[in-house]
């Protein structure tokens, strides 16, 4: 039997091990709408804060969107 491969999940913080999934549901479900709250949450952006560029980016698309 040969293994299932998946793609790896996308990481928006390296750091913390937090994947674009995470990030987008957690903003789903909780209405966060800065990276304050979104490190609250689930953590991202509570290491190097290389990413908070990145949720940023996340948020204002989410934002285009609603
Ligand atoms: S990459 Fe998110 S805190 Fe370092």
Known sequence: MSPVCQPAPKLVCHCLQVSEDDLLSAVERGQLRTVQEISQVTGAGEG???CHRRIIQYLRQRTCRT
Do not use: D, F, G, R
Request: glycine share 0%; with cysteine.
């Open 48 to 50: 190097c804060t290389a």
